[in-house]
């Protein structure tokens, strides 16, 4: 019996002095061994992805696609800058998208306009601009009786007031949005650097947040038009302007809420719960790598990004119309 319990329990540390000079031996002869980093990043891409894209159909209540049978062919545009810049030129994007797409447009942009509100309602003396941000300006577009104030707070801004704005609101009130197929909407950094507040988690619809905004104008579009199909767009890259007027990387500076990522990713989220598409201009677009290649300044897009801003709207637009025909 005791020559039996010795030869178990040397046999049993022999086994492990093997098995350790193995995993030894194993490790020495793969130190260092290259890693493929396609098959990384295969593996992972889930976990980690590159571009937040977020192409959805037009869906009903619940959550089921609806087939429009068509191409979309009228569309109507809210934001900012993007849309608004160079109005009435063949460089305007709206303008380069009704190119690309033979649509009918309706470009209801209004430039140094943003998204979130400063207050929660419309105070024509205290913050006359907030009559240009999306919620007032879909109530305007589903007839809410509000053509008056918006018009009031575009007049008592007097020289301040966008050109466009009076033109934005007759259209606005006066189309028809049975006959519109999608809505698009895209504000740029402004929000951002303005230091607007981004979002509430305890209200997702508080129009003087970013994301609360937009939140509420879709709400209000899906209520009163769910045949609308609605497509947001991210803003595209955007410098950070110091205190000594230099441009510096919008992923490294805040004006007192976030960094501009931040605003984008929040943004993802808001359409992933209103469940409509979202177009990653930020990371999928223009992004800090190619900038200088873009943009006129820190803000504003050349000819050039509006093209790019155009193909990937164009392929969001028509996605699942080109796989229905495949």
């Known amino acids: 019996m005791r020559i039996r319990k010795f030869l178990n329990i040397h046999t049993i540390l022999l086994l492990v002095v093997v098995l350790t000079i193995s995993a030894l031996i194993y490790r020495f002869l793969n130190w260092g061994r290259l890693v493929n980093l ?19 159909p037009l869906l009903d209540q619940d959550g089921n696609t609806v087939e429009t049978g068509k191409k979309a062919d009228t569309l109507v545009f809210f934001g900012n800058a993007p849309f608004a810049d160079d109005r009435n030129s063949e460089d305007n994007l709206v303008n380069i998208i009704a190119e690309k797409t033979g649509a009918t447009v309706y470009n209801c942009s209004i430039s ?5 509100a400063e207050h929660n309602t419309i105070r024509i003396s205290e913050h006359p601009i907030d009559a240009y941000n999306f919620y007032w300006l879909v109530h305007l ?14 007049q008592y801004l007097g020289e301040e007031a966008s050109p466009e704005a009076q033109e934005v609101f007759d259209t606005l009130w006066n189309l028809d949005l049975r006959t519109v197929d999608t809505v698009v909407v895209m504000y740029d950094a402004s929000d ?12 997702s619809t508080d129009i003087q947040q ?35 007027g ?38 999928g677009t223009i992004n800090e790598d190619n900038a200088d290649d873009y943009l006129i300044d820190n803000l504003h897009l050349n000819r050039a990004g509006r093209e790019l801003v155009a193909d990937r709207f164009v392929e969001a637009l028509y996605y699942y119309d080109d796989a229905d025909e495949d």
């Open 38 to 56: 396609d098959d990384i990043q295969t593996e992972n891409h889930e976990n980690t992805p590159d571009v937040l894209d977020l192409f959805l």
């Open 112 to 116: 140094n306009s943003y998204l979130a």
């Open 141 to 154: 577009a589903v007839k809410s009786p509000i053509y008056d104030r918006l018009v009031s707070s575009a």
């Open 192 to 203: 951002y650097l303005a230091g607007h507040q981004m979002y509430n988690d305890s209200n």
């Open 210 to 244: 970013f994301t609360g905004n937009l939140e509420a104008g879709i709400e209000l579009l899906q209520s009163s038009c769910p045949w609308i199909r609605i497509i947001v767009m991210s803003p595209t890259y955007a410098y950070a302007v110091d205190e000594n």
């Open 246 to 283: 230099e441009y510096v990387s919008s992923d490294m500076y805040t004006y007192g809420w976030d960094v501009l990522s931040t605003y984008s990713i929040k943004e993802h989220d808001s359409c992933s719960r209103r469940s409509v598409t979202f177009i990653d201009h930020l990371y």
